[in-house]
């Protein structure tokens, strides 16, 4: 009997840690989140670098740019000493939805700029 016979069926089954994880999984199609990517880097890069400072534990980030996200969390890539590392940050809640994407994002970024000491500006597109 092997190792996978041997775990419980409704326990997942673990990821390498250098393996993207498939993260059109719920209401997000790859269409969409690529929309979503293109707008944050064209718009809001700025305010994905203070996410990313703050929420995302990478004070010495110098720039960031979304790369995907799920349900669950964004990804960023974001350059600290000249090199791209990838970066994670969880949302509040499960996301079920893309018009909650825009509100938790929002969010994130008023924290990110509270945490910071940044004055945050009024919610734009």
Known sequence: MTAAH?????????????????????PFTPDV?????????????ADSLLICRSL????????AR?????ADGIDFAATIDEAEVPLRVPFAYRLTERAQVRREVVRMYQ???AQLGVPARHAES
């Open 6 to 26: 041997d775990r419980p069926q409704d326990q997942p089954q673990e990821q390498p840690a250098d393996r993207p994880q498939d993260r059109s999984v719920g």
């Open 66 to 70: 979304m790369t995907g996200l799920d």
């Open 33 to 45: 989140v690529a929309q979503i990517a293109h707008h944050m880097n064209d718009d809001h890069a």
């Open 111 to 113: 924290e990110a700029c």
């Open 56 to 63: 995302g534990g990478a004070p010495a980030a110098s720039a």
